[in-house]
């Protein structure tokens, strides 16, 4: 009996470790449900349903609007609008990156880590599909044709680098120490969103006078900017659940809420971009740096390319059949009371 007890605290344990969110209480999918489980648990209430939800179904908007530029406005004619096609696409990859990685996530804990890999890489893509419009549209009249300007670009590539290795690295640390593999994670996405939002931060709060792009388009900024601090603050605090553990189990905790955000905020974004892009076209054309393949489809792919690499590097352990892997399961359960570590 003192065996079969301590065999089930084990059990729990590494549960905790690897699928526990904090706060939740109730709602967790079997850790090892098959990938039919995953697929019918879309209609079935558990505590991930809504975050699968609230990313997949705005996935398809954002895929029409998309095909609203390639297809009607014939963007391949027109190299002024390539920045707005890497924008949208990774407007569609990233929310259907997470929305996959919250259905299969619970097969297995490899499993888990390699679909969550996939998703920091599309947030990833996404900060850099950002400043790439940013580059091209966004920029305030003062700073365009600067040499921050001219190295926007590579400095958020390589931001964009940095956050995917970061926030992969970061489910590794998390099971010694959970706050610190939270903290990590954090500043992985925090840092590119603000290299990103430079010149942005600057045109709306603090340049003054001439060259200081005050238009109408500014109040959409403000939207998308405040939504995007409550999307960080969100995602950081584990509110409200953390004032009522078990009461915001299936609806109204902190993830979901961050992904309403989230998409709130790129809906705006996009807004705001696309009135930009309109609005100064003509300026931005005889006055910016010229829009290329190298500094829109170029650098977008080099970013794929990149984090793709950074994704299987993290991966491939998880997949070979080390003898580490194959002893890993066993490991576990044998040793997890002992502190073994995953």
Wanted: net charge neutral.
């Amino acid at each position: 009996f003192w065996l079969l007890v301590r065999l089930r605290n084990q059990f729990n344990f590494l549960f905790r470790l690897v699928f526990h969110e904090d706060s939740i209480i109730s709602g967790y999918r079997h850790p090892r449900s098959s990938a039919t489980d995953c697929i019918l648990s879309l209609f079935q209430l558990t505590n991930e349903t809504l975050n699968i939800w609230t990313h997949f179904l705005p996935t398809w908007y954002f895929l029409w609007k998309l095909m609203t530029v390639v297809v009607i406005q014939t963007a391949w004619q027109d190299t002024f609008t390539w920045p707005l096609v890497v924008y949208l696409l990774s407007c569609c990859i990233y929310p259907l990156a997470s929305s996959c990685a919250h259905t299969f996530s619970s097969m297995s804990a490899r499993a888990r880590h390699i679909c969550f890999f996939f998703d920091y890489g599309a947030l990833s893509y996404y900060s850099l599909g950002s400043a790439v419009t940013y580059s091209a549209y966004v920029f305030p009249d003062k700073w365009v044709g600067s040499v921050f300007h001219r190295c926007y670009l590579p400095v958020a590539l390589v931001n964009s680098v940095i956050c995917t290795s970061l926030a992969c690295y970061s489910r590794f640390p998390e099971y010694q120490s959970p706050k610190f593999g939270k903290i990590l994670r954090v500043f992985a996405f925090a840092h590119p969103f603000l290299f990103d939002n430079i010149p942005l931060f600057y045109r709306v709060f603090v340049c003054v006078g001439e060259g200081c792009t005050d238009n109408d388009t500014n109040i959409l900024h403000y939207y998308h900017i405040g939504l995007a601090f409550l999307t960080g603050f969100l995602f950081a605090t584990h509110l409200p659940e953390r004032l009522a553990p078990g009461s915001f189990d299936y609806i109204g905790h902190s993830h979901q809420l961050f992904h309403v955000c989230g998409i709130l905020g790129t809906h705006f974004q996009m807004q705001a971009i696309e009135q930009d892009m309109v609005t100064r076209r003509h300026w931005l054309q005889t006055q910016s740096l010229p829009v290329s393949f190298a500094n829109s489809l170029g650098v977008a792919g080099l970013c794929v390319v990149l984090n793709l690499s950074i994704i299987i590097l993290y991966s491939l352990p998880l997949l070979l059949p080390s003898a580490e892997n194959q002893n890993m399961g066993k490991c576990d359960i044998k040793n997890a009371y002992f502190n073994c570590k995953l």
